[in-house]
């Protein structure tokens, strides 16, 4: 069976101390794997994509998230956050079979002062 | 333009209304896309068109009713909600031709039912 697993529902952190936001998955086929940001009361924002080539991508405002095949994970990673930063983060995942996405139960971060 | 669109951005209706949430994309994008999303949980998907066809209805009940009018409107009417029908309605449209495309969403409409 194919799933998305993020393990942490809620992770606080202190504003410039580093985080990092945990999904896995599980699937038998090749994968796409996007991470996206939903800011309160607003949609959702494509935070950033794997798709094939190197495995570490980048984000323009910071973030970054690594494919790792054998542990199946797409980990999000930032150094250092941001008051801004607080939101929901959702990993999503794509198969090769079709246009669906499959979501995450996502992460709500919370940037403390 | 790279946006998706959504009108109202609030809604109120009770049970009786009939009402309709619009989307609109002007990207070229040929699959479009509605997700409902509870508070604090993931979208849920509703319904996907391709080439302005539906193509998926994830067991949707028939009191909502999409509709495609061309490549770049998608409409939701509603009729005869509950309140547990109360969400956020995201709209999303992608390219077709891989599951590799990125879904493009707009901003939603916050559907209160009474």
């Known amino acids: 069976a194919q799933s998305v697993t993020q393990l942490d529902s809620q992770v606080p952190v202190f504003e410039e101390a580093p985080v990092e936001l945990r999904c896995n998955y599980s699937?038998?086929?090749?994968?796409?794997l996007f991470w996206y940001v939903q800011y309160p009361n607003q949609g959702l924002q494509l935070l950033l994509k794997?798709?094939?080539?190197?495995?570490l991508v980048e984000s323009i405002n910071g973030f970054e998230a690594e494919f790792n095949k054998s542990q199946t994970s797409f980990h999000l990673r930032k150094p250092s956050v941001h008051i801004s930063d607080t939101a929901e983060y959702f990993c999503?995942?794509?198969?090769?079979?079709?246009?669906?996405?499959?979501f995450g139960t996502g992460t709500s971060l919370t940037v403390i002062p | 333009d790279t946006e998706v669109t959504q009108t109202p951005k609030h809604l109120v209706m009770g049970m009786t209304n009939k009402k309709s949430l619009k989307c609109e994309q002007h990207?070229?994008?040929?699959?479009m896309y509605w997700y409902k999303q509870k508070a604090k949980k993931p979208p849920e998907l509703m319904f996907v068109?391709?080439?302005?066809?539906?193509?998926i209805n994830e067991s949707v009940p028939s009191r909502f009713s999409p509709e495609c009018p061309n490549s770049s409107l998608l409409n939701l009417h509603l009729h005869a909600l509950q309140p547990e029908d109360s969400a956020l309605y995201l709209c999303?449209?992608?390219?077709?031709?891989?599951?590799?495309?990125?879904?493009?969403f707009g901003p939603g409409t916050r559907l209160t039912v009474l």
């Open positions: 068109y391709s080439y302005e066809k539906l193509s």
């Open positions: 990207m070229g994008h040929r699959a």
């Open positions: 999503a995942v794509s198969w090769d079979t079709g246009n669906q996405f499959y």
């Open positions: 699937s038998s086929v090749s994968v796409y």
């Open positions: 999303a449209s992608s390219q077709l031709g891989g599951a590799h495309n990125e879904q493009f």
């Open positions: 794997y798709l094939s080539g190197s495995t």
